[in-house]
């Protein structure tokens, strides 16, 4: 069993660098469809950008308007 493993892994340790090492076909260029799933992903995170950018605009200026337009109730007890 252990002589297996032992092929087994200096098997690996060789084919692991042919394995890795890529085509020129394939380094050349991208492919189209490569480049549409790119593109699409990128339109998906614009059109969820702008939304996100409103609601967090308008969440920030509810925050900070009602914070300065409220003032302290009159209870009618004495601070020190």
């Known amino acids: 069993m252990k002589f297996k493993a032992a092929i087994l892994t200096a098997i690996m340790l060789t084919t692991t660098p042919a394995l890795a090492s ?3 076909e394939t380094a050349a260029g991208t492919s189209v469809l490569v480049l549409l799933f790119l593109g699409f992903g990128a339109l998906v995170v614009a059109c969820q950008l702008v939304p996100s ?5 308008s969440m920030l200026k509810g925050l900070f308007n009602n914070a300065a337009q409220e003032s302290l109730p009159k209870t009618g007890a004495k601070t020190l």
Not at 53 to 57: D, E, G, N, Y
């Open 22 to 24: 890529s085509d020129m």
């Open 53 to 57: 950018l409103m609601l967090f605009c």
